[in-house]
């Protein structure tokens, strides 16, 4: 699955007890930090572009942060056995003009372009999509899950 990310942007990683998720970064990791002793192994491949994650144990919700030479990506890693990942590309999202409508409610529309995410907020409040509070519109990171108000609303490609 490519994740295209925007700078910024907190997304979240799924793992699983079943199987190992790789994440592959557009260049070598330099450093990364996160998560807590016991919860999971890490194995850098791939001249280091790829981390490998294997859980230890069922149940965690950790911040992880990885920094390459020019960028850094932080994100969540939780457990789920029903929305694990097992093989996630890290690419650099872009802002596009050419949408597809994904989904519509009363309360917001999200639109589809190649490299990201369009939301639009129909509501008169504020909400919050993922980690940032929306007033009216915003791009998004496209392929990570997104959660509007705490309720998943979008997952590998598909509006929910």
């Given at each position: 699955?490519?994740?295209?990310?925007?700078?910024?942007?907190?997304?979240t990683?799924?793992l699983?007890?079943?199987?190992?998720?790789?994440?592959?970064?557009?260049?070598?990791?330099?450093?990364?930090?996160?998560?807590?002793?016991g919860?999971?192994?890490?194995?850098?491949?791939?001249?280091?572009?790829?981390?490998?994650?294997?859980?230890?144990?069922?149940?965690?919700?950790?911040?992880?942060?990885?920094?390459?030479?020019?960028?850094?990506?932080?994100?969540?890693?939780?457990?789920?056995?029903?929305?694990?990942?097992?093989?996630?590309?890290?690419r650099?999202?872009?802002?596009?003009?050419?949408?597809?409508?994904?989904?519509?409610?009363?309360?917001?529309q999200?639109?589809?372009?190649?490299?990201?995410?369009?939301?639009v907020?129909?509501?008169?409040?504020?909400?919050?999509?993922?980690?940032?509070?929306?007033?009216?519109?915003?791009?998004?990171?496209?392929?990570?899950?997104?959660?509007?108000?705490?309720?998943?609303?979008?997952?590998?490609?598909?509006?929910?």
């Amino acid at each position: 699955m490519i994740y295209y990310i925007i700078t910024g942007h907190i997304f979240t990683i799924f793992l699983s007890m079943s199987h190992l998720t790789s994440v592959n970064f557009p260049n070598k990791v330099q450093d990364y930090v996160g998560g807590q002793e016991g919860d999971f192994k890490i194995y850098e491949l791939n001249k280091g572009k790829s981390l490998v994650y294997e859980p230890k144990q069922k149940g965690f919700s950790r911040n992880f942060i990885t920094f390459l030479k020019e960028e850094k990506y932080h994100f969540n890693l939780k457990y789920s056995e029903k929305f694990s990942n097992k093989d996630v590309e890290i690419r650099k999202a872009e802002r596009c003009a050419y949408f597809t409508l994904l989904k519509e409610t009363k309360e917001y529309q999200l639109f589809e372009c190649p490299k990201s995410l369009f939301f639009v907020n129909k509501s008169k409040r504020p909400v919050k999509v993922g980690e940032q509070t929306i007033k009216t519109k915003s791009y998004l990171s496209k392929g990570p899950p997104i959660y509007l108000d705490g309720k998943m609303i979008y997952y590998q490609g598909r509006a929910l």
